[in-house]
C-alpha cells in the first residue's frame, strides 16, 4: 500500500457527472472530500470500517461528507 499527498495548491477536478445521483451533473471535489474518500479506503484495509468491498467504504464516507456539508447534495454512486 501506498500514501499519496495532494498538494493543497491544485485543483483535484470533479467527479465525472455518471457518478453522481441523482444529478447527473459533475460532483464537487476538495482536499476534505479527497481525504475521507481515502479514509475509507484505508480504514476498510484496517478492518474497522463496514463490510464489503473497499470502494464501499469508500464511497460511505465521502458521501458522508457531502451530506453533512448540504443534505441536499447529490451522492457519488461508483468510481471508475
Not at 55 to 69: C, F, G, I, Q, W
Amino acid at each position: 500500500m501506498g500514501v499519496f499527498i495532494l498538494d493543497p495548491s491544485t485543483n483535484p477536478g470533479r467527479v465525472p457527472a455518471d457518478q453522481m445521483q441523482p444529478s447527473n451533473a459533475p460532483g464537487s471535489v476538495d482536499q476534505g472530500i479527497l481525504a475521507l474518500h481515502e479514509l475509507g479506503h484505508a480504514g476498510y484495509v484496517m478492518g474497522v470500517l463496514m463490510p464489503g468491498p473497499s470502494s464501499k467504504a469508500a464511497l460511505d464516507l465521502e458521501n458522508m461528507v457531502r451530506k453533512n456539508r448540504d443534505p441536499n447534495a447529490p451522492i457519488r454512486t461508483r468510481e471508475h
